[in-house]
């Protein structure tokens, strides 16, 4: 599509309102294109493979990639843990990878342990990179799908007022969603996390920068009856150095069904999933529940950008 004029998606801060609209526009058309059966869109790849690289576990990113180049009618070449079954196990530079993938496919999606390395990528290849996440660093994809989701639920992001909880430090998502949503105007973000999860101050930083309002608190409680979204996360015991930590960080913020009577009813909650004991499967029925909708979405925005990228 004209005016989309990225390469490599590596980081939220490459998009715009413009592109978020081009990619928003195209995933409505790739969502009603599957749903009316029309398959417009099902040789537009026919000619493209994209390599999928995870050196870290996933269900959602992974498979809704794979299953959204499966639909645009490109194919596919992965390995099974990319850190133990790719040559990055006898010690291959990611460098070295990225050259050879060069090679063999005409798009790279990488999810990768260490922040940084999906831009470390995208310098040195020719063919585009997508982020699937990087670390502690960025999930911009994720963002992506759930702007679009709230965005569908709500309507609209000016004006919000939006909870993030759980753990921020070491939560990608969150952090690529604060960027994006720093693009909007009076929205209002609130972070609940344990003292060892707080957010990064180069976020709050940014977010000031942009004269985004943000306040951080200690309880949830008094959160949840004024926000229009309320946006829960899991505790990374991957990420932490420190056991005891972990101990103190995780099952602090669980949204029981208590919890969420108190919201508003026409508020939303979201998840990026994978869940543990954040929100209890009790909580699924509710309307407010959103994030099997927002994993969904995953599958629409992925196949816009794939698009976008190779189309
Ligand atoms: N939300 C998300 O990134 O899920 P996966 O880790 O399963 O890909």
Redesign the pocket.
């Known amino acids: 599509m004209d005016g989309f004029t990225l390469k490599h998606v590596y980081e939220a801060q490459q998009f715009d309102k413009e592109l978020l609209d081009i990619v928003f526009q195209t995933a409505d058309e790739m969502k009603a294109d599957l749903a009316s059966g029309d398959r417009r869109f099902s040789q537009s790849l026919q000619n493209s493979i994209m390599a999928s690289l995870f050196y870290e576990?996933?269900?959602?990113?992974?498979f809704s990639f794979e299953s959204a180049m499966t639909r645009l009618g490109g194919k596919i070449i992965t390995t099974e843990n990319a850190r133990e079954f790719s040559s990055a196990a006898k010690g291959e530079s990611l460098y070295d990878s990225t050259r050879i993938m060069n090679g063999y496919a005409d798009v790279i999606v990488m999810?990768h342990h260490e922040a940084g390395s999906a831009k470390k990528a995208a310098d040195v290849s020719n063919i585009p990179v997508i982020n699937?996440?990087d670390g502690a660093g960025q999930?911009p994809t994720?963002a992506l799908l759930d702007m679009y989701t709230i965005l569908d639920c709500l309507g609209k992001i000016d004006g919000l007022n939006i909870a993030m909880v759980g753990d921020l430090k070491y939560g990608r998502?969150v952090r690529s969603l604060a960027y994006l949503l720093a693009k909007y105007t009076d929205v209002k973000i609130h972070f609940i996390s344990p003292p060892v999860c707080r957010m990064d101050d180069d976020i709050k930083e940014y977010l000031e920068r942009n004269r985004v309002a943000w306040q951080e608190e200690e309880s949830v409680d008094a959160i949840l009856p004024k926000v229009d979204c309320v946006y829960m996360t899991r505790v990374q015991k991957e990420r932490f150095n420190d056991p005891s930590d972990y101990e103190n960080a995780a099952g602090r913020f669980i949204l029981t069904p208590e919890k969420v009577s108190v919201m508003k009813a026409g508020a939303i909650i979201m998840h990026?999933?994978?869940r543990v004991d954040e929100i209890p499967p009790e909580v699924d029925d509710d309307p407010r529940a959103r994030y099997f909708e927002q994993?969904q979405n995953g599958l629409y925005i992925r196949m816009a950008l794939l698009y976008l990228l190779l189309g």
């Open positions: 576990p996933s269900t959602r990113t992974r999810r699937a996440g999930h994720q998502t990026p999933l994978p994993a």
